[in-house]
């Protein structure tokens, strides 16, 4: 059994910064990407960042230069360094990651999100 479980969060006033982590545990091969995803209320999931093995980053226009992700390969944990927040990226916080259970099978699993609220 995969899970991935968030930390952090929370609320901050904006321009303030805030890190959010979120490991993997269980019986796990390999993790190949990581990412995080936020859902806004009354809107769709949408992709913030991911990251490679490799540590390869891929970031949505709206966080970057705001946002970095990073991984941590030994512990099975990815991070999201959030700075210049912004209210508009309030919303739920998800984990997402690519995660090989055994040798021969892949499959994607979710955490189960954290709130991060940004004041005006």
């Known amino acids: 059994q995969v899970q991935l479980v968030e930390s952090g969060g929370g609320l901050v006033q904006a321009g303030g910064s805030l890190n959010v982590s979120c490991a993997a545990s269980?019986?796990?091969?390999?993790?190949?990407?990581m990412g995080w995803y936020r859902q806004a209320p009354g809107k769709q999931r949408e992709l913030v960042a991911t990251i490679t093995t490799a540590g390869s980053t891929h970031y949505a226009d709206s966080v970057k230069g705001r946002f970095t992700i990073s991984r941590d390969n030994a512990k099975n944990t990815v991070y999201l360094q959030m700075s210049k927040l912004k209210p508009e990226d309030t919303a739920v916080y998800y984990c997402?990651?690519?995660?090989?259970?055994?040798?021969?099978?892949?499959?994607?699993?979710w955490g189960q999100g954290t709130q991060v609220t940004v004041s005006s």
């Open positions: 269980g019986t796990i091969f390999s993790i190949n990407a």
């Open positions: 997402n990651a690519d995660i090989y259970p055994s040798r021969w099978h892949i499959s994607n699993y």
